[in-house]
C-alpha cells in the first residue's frame, strides 16, 4: 500500500465514505427476516452498491489499495443494521457506525500489509 499523503488521504475517504453507504444501503432491507438472513443478504447488498460505487476512487487511488479494504469495510458495515436494529431509525448514527467501519477495515488492511513487507522495507 502507498504511503504518501494523497493515497492514505484517498484510501481513508473511500473507506470511509464507501462503508457508510454500504451500511445506508443495507438498512433500506426490511427488518421482518431473521437476523442471520437478513445478515447475508445485507453483505451481498452492501458489497453490489459499493462495487456501482467504488469507480472514481479506483481510477484516482489505484485499484487493489481502495478495493480490499472498502470491500472488507462495506461487509461488514453492511451487517450493521440487521444487528443493532435500533441503528436503522437513526440514519445518521448507521453512517457514523459504517465509516468507522470502513476505517477499522483500512487499519487492519494497512497492518497486514506492513507484516507482510516488513522484510522486504528495510
Known sequence: MEKRAYFLIGDWLACASLSAWAAW??????????????MVVGMIVGM????VA????L????????????MLGSMISS????????????SGTLLAWGAGCGLLAWGVTWMADRLLHRETDA
Not at 25 to 38: N, Y
Not at 59 to 70: D, K, S
Open 48 to 51: 453490489v452498491a459499493v462495487m
Open 79 to 90: 451487517m450493521l443494521p440487521s444487528m443493532v436494529p435500533g441503528l436503522r431509525q437513526e
Open 25 to 38: 444501503v443495507a438498512g433500506l432491507l426490511p427488518s421482518t427476516w431473521p437476523m442471520a438472513v437478513e
Open 54 to 57: 467504488m469507480p472514481p476512487f
Open 59 to 70: 481510477v484516482l487511488f489505484g485499484a487493489l489499495e481502495v478495493m480490499v479494504p472498502v
